[in-house]
């Protein structure tokens, strides 16, 4: 995923907001449970033309994992770019 700043033109990339509650303790198996309560795994159906459907399963504590590890490395480039302005 590829995290930009200010203005893009002729972007094919998607962004999402992910919002939580201010005193979740953010870490993969909590991101994992407020998003996936009581959900073990997600489903991918993917259809191309001329051969058979195809199924895959996801489990969400890969998925928590995924939402993590981008959300960290935002801060970390946030963090980076305050380190950079007061330098």
Known sequence: MK????FVSNSS???FVITLPKDLVV???SICAFFFPNVRE???IGYKQ???FWVNAIPTQAVAEVIYNH???ANDIQA???DVVEG
């Open 71 to 73: 959300m960290s490395a």
């Open 3 to 6: 995290i930009r700043r200010g």
């Open 80 to 82: 980076l770019e305050e």
């Open 50 to 52: 001329g051969s058979d």
């Open 27 to 29: 870490t993969p198996e």
């Open 13 to 15: 990339s998607t962004s």
């Open 42 to 44: 997600l489903t991918t």
